[in-house]
């Protein structure tokens, strides 16, 4: 996507905004998706991992109005206009889960947060595994500070959006996919560190093909919080022999096969502790001004397919397909998994020759066509004008 299509978003849901509500919004704030080039569920571990912010935004257009201190919110396709009380904030499993998480964290660190008239527009596509909930969150979450003049700090504010997320949503998440839709900066990756936070930005100038393998999947629905749970015992195990190790990516790999625990725990474990290391690494060779080593990414597919077991027919067959095209560096799956989305590592020329060639072999073999995006890193949370 281009610049020109962020344009288009923005613009799009101050449409729904008209419609809606006449007029025109105060402001209209923005944030993005996101691809995890490496690094796959050690944010919950202590650990780290390398995305990027992609060019695929959810838009927020906002405006104050008079009355009861109530959000009304416009999504364009949802036929009319929905209606969240600040007095009655409670889960009803909708998307609008999302913002109600954050109107309760703004209310519940003392912001007297007015009536907001509220349209929202995106590109990001939900269930895919690029983050839709965070870009969502973020973008929300930026639009109603700005709109009050408070401070939206990039990393402060994405862990408020966590909290929404952990804490009236219900699901157990890391940081990453926060961090990634408010802390997202246009040619670089962000080598992010969870315990503690910590971010910085590396170069990264390629492009990713991201491959939609059209299998929904849902946090809520997955087996994420199953996989929190095994890492905890694992984590547990493991402070019986070495009660120094504070999170379960701090282990070394002699601890994780030393310790006591069910198998299943110790091949998680495994995963969390080798794909750490498999970020370092990468960090490394970008912060030297090489490509992305696409054996690495091939490795933690591997990884996350045999020891994390959140792989899927879906995403093995775009990776086995990908690897076998000339000028194909490597490819992994891309977010939690379960289905979502693979990305693939390579030249500009190998990129849109696998994105011409592999739907309809996905189609074949599948039964279903995916989607296809090539993308590069682009800008976290920010104004529209």
């Not at 080598?191 to 910590?198: D, L």
Request: hydrophobic share 45%.
């Amino acid at each position: 996507m281009s610049g020109e299509q962020a344009v288009v978003i923005a613009d799009e849901a101050r449409r729904h905004f008209a419609m809606s509500f006449g007029g025109k919004p105060t402001l209209v704030a923005s944030a993005a998706g996101r691809v995890n080039l490496i690094g796959e569920h050690v944010d919950y571990n202590g650990g780290e991992a390398l995305p990027i912010a992609i060019q695929r935004r959810t838009a927020v257009a906002i405006r104050l109005h008079d009355g009861a201190k109530v959000t009304h919110v416009n999504s364009g396709g949802t036929g009319g206009v929905l209606r969240i009380d600040h007095a009655r904030l409670a889960r009803r499993r909708k998307w609008t889960d999302y913002l109600s998480g954050v109107l309760d964290q703004l209310i519940g660190a003392g912001v007297d947060v007015p009536g907001l008239d509220v349209a929202i527009a995106s590109d990001v596509p939900s269930g895919s595994g690029l983050s839709s909930s965070a870009a969502l969150e973020v973008s929300f979450d930026f639009a109603v500070r700005s709109l009050l003049g408070l401070d939206a700090e990039p990393i402060a504010l994405a862990l408020e959006c966590q909290r929404a997320e952990r804490q009236f949503v219900g699901v157990p998440c890391g940081a990453m996919d926060q961090l990634s839709a408010a802390c997202g900066r246009a040619g670089h990756a962000l080598h992010m560190r969870f315990e503690p936070v910590h971010v910085r930005a590396v170069s990264f100038t390629e492009s990713v093909l991201v491959v939609d393998t059209a299998v929904p999947r849902s946090l809520r629905g997955s087996a994420y919080a199953e996989r929190v749970k095994e890492c905890g015992a694992a984590l547990a195990a493991i402070q019986r022999i070495a009660p120094g190790v504070p999170a379960l990516a701090a282990a070394t790999m002699d601890e994780v096969e030393r310790a006591d625990m069910p198998e299943v725990s110790r091949r998680r474990a495994r995963h969390v502790v080798a794909e750490c290391e498999r970020v370092r690494l990468v960090e490394e060779v970008l912060a030297a001004g090489s490509r992305f080593p696409g054996e690495l990414a091939l490795a933690s597919h591997t990884s996350l397919r045999d020891d994390y077991g959140c792989s899927s027919r879906e995403l093995d067959w775009v990776v086995e397909y990908a690897m076998r095209m000339p000028g194909v560096a490597g490819a992994r799956l891309t977010g939690a998994g379960w289905g979502g989305c693979a990305i693939v590592f390579g030249e500009e020329a190998a990129l849109h020759a696998v994105e011409e060639a592999l739907p309809p072999a996905y189609a074949q073999a599948i039964g279903h066509r995916p989607r296809t995006w090539i993308v590069s890193a682009d800008d976290g949370a920010r104004l529209e004008t």
